[in-house]
């Protein structure tokens, strides 16, 4: 078994009473902004505080760092796709799953394509081991429940394999879609190979019913 070697990144805190949380989202909401703005570079925590007119010290209660506040916008954009993601299967198993990846991938597209702070987070996660590994995490969360949902759509696939279908579909979709929405990419042609990309890879994976 491998070891560790990165630290996972996470607020020191989540505040749990109305006034804090409040306080917590606007810093969020802050950086989102602000990341877009000036990109990872230029981003200092400084910076985030006193856009949200609150003092540097409130900040640091609930992050150590930029690093930390990316991560957790990274998981604030995981957590939205998981809420359509149980939306979408509210259909199953009354779509195949082909519908279900068409229908999902565009929705998912719409996020992408209308929130250019998608891009600028995935891109920001990317910088160390810590926030690579952090962001791993977060991902194979998601793909866990995307191994749920396909459960009822591809049922002859056991259930090992569905979970590691799972992390490709969401490593793969989570890759075009940043690629679909960088300058000088056609969007609609990036969605729709991705389209082709996952169909392709999820019917040479399911086992043949004959």
Not at 54 to 65: E, I, S, V
Not at 81 to 107: C, K, N, Q
Not at 152 to 171: D, F, K, N
């Amino acid at each position: 078994m491998g070891r560790v070697t990165a630290e996972i990144l996470e607020p020191r805190r989540r505040p749990t009473q109305e006034r804090s949380r409040a306080k917590f989202e606007l810093l969020l909401r802050t950086a989102r902004d602000l990341l877009l703005d000036v990109g990872f570079e230029s981003f200092t925590c400084e910076e985030v505080s006193q856009r949200a007119g609150l003092p540097t010290g409130t900040l640091y209660q609930y992050f150590a760092n930029k690093y930390v506040i990316v991560c957790e916008l990274d998981r604030q954009d995981a957590v939205a796709v998981h809420e359509e993601l149980t939306r979408f299967s509210e259909m199953i198993p009354s779509l195949d799953w082909l519908r279900f990846l068409d229908r999902m991938i565009d929705h998912m597209a719409g996020l992408w394509s209308d929130d250019p702070s998608r891009r600028a987070v995935w891109l920001a996660v990317q910088s160390t081991p810590a926030t690579r590994a952090t962001a791993a995490v977060t991902e194979r969360e998601l793909a866990a429940a995307v191994a749920r949902f396909l459960a009822p759509l591809t049922p002859g696939t056991p259930r090992e394999r569905r979970q590691i279908m799972a992390e490709v579909l969401v490593h793969v979709t989570y890759s075009m879609l940043n690629f679909s929405v960088r300058d000088g990419q056609s969007h609609a042609e990036a969605v729709i190979e991705l389209k082709r990309l996952l169909a392709s890879y999820l019917l040479a994976s399911e086992p043949d019913p004959r």
